[in-house]
């Protein structure tokens, strides 16, 4: 089957699948190519900075498709207030087993620094724009909008997130670890995540979140330059 690009941007799965899926595109390519570069003295750390750009511009080509981010009706203080909070829990669990024996694996990180020692502050702030502001609407849009409610039914945009089984939230909880290095930390973010979706019934809460976590993350590897969470 072969899709129009129209049809393409108007598809509610292919609008949320494929930032996500593109993401993940970079991320192979950057560990298969990652030996090769480094046996010839070239970093690809360049790719962390282009891969959150090129996304950015994916999202923003399927913005129309994104009808739940136009909608912040029911959404109140407390939501908002609970979202900080709870991201600020996340990071600090997301430090405290980042580099405990709940780890897949240590993937290739990303050092923002000049040769002289000095911060590369245009790769880290584009980096750290990445991390805090595309990645939590990419992996809330993915994971939550379409595979949270998807797994209970196709037609994903008619189901209320209060709605959804608890079949569903373990599979998502489970992916969503696993996704990341650090499994355990990421199945605690997934169920936050999840909850907080389920609890408020808009996107932004979840999406808040991530971001508080993401972007108190990345402030404080450049602060204690702990190249390993990057």
Request: net charge positive; proline share 4%; charged share 10%.
């Amino acid at each position: 089957m072969t899709y129009s690009v129209s049809q393409i941007r108007s598809s509610p799965v292919l609008a949320r699948a494929i930032p996500f899926l593109l993401f993940i595109a970079f991320l192979m390519a950057n560990s298969a190519l990652s030996p090769v570069a480094a046996s010839i003295g070239i970093s690809l750390s360049w790719l962390a900075v282009i891969r959150g750009v090129i996304v950015a511009l994916v999202l923003a080509w399927f913005w129309r498709s994104y009808t739940e981010l136009r909608n912040t009706e029911g959404v109140s203080t407390t939501h908002w207030l609970v979202s900080i909070g709870a991201g600020i829990a996340v990071f600090v669990i997301w430090i405290e087993w980042g580099q405990s024996g709940a780890v897949i694996t240590h993937s290739e990180r990303f050092v923002p620094l000049l040769p002289n020692g000095s911060m590369d502050w245009p790769k880290a702030l584009l980096r750290l724009a990445g991390l805090a502001l595309v990645v939590p609407v990419m992996e809330e849009l993915f994971w939550r909008s379409l595979i949270l409610r998807w797994i209970d039914q196709h037609d994903f945009l008619s189901l209320s997130p209060r709605r959804v089984g608890l079949g569903a939230f373990v599979i998502t909880t489970a992916l969503f670890a696993v996704e990341h290095d650090s499994w355990m930390a990421g199945a605690i973010a997934g169920i936050t995540y999840n909850s907080l979706y389920m609890w408020s019934r808009n996107l932004w809460i979840p999406i808040a979140s991530h971001a508080v976590t993401n972007g108190a993350l990345g402030i404080w590897i450049m602060t204690t330059r702990n190249w390993n969470y990057w």
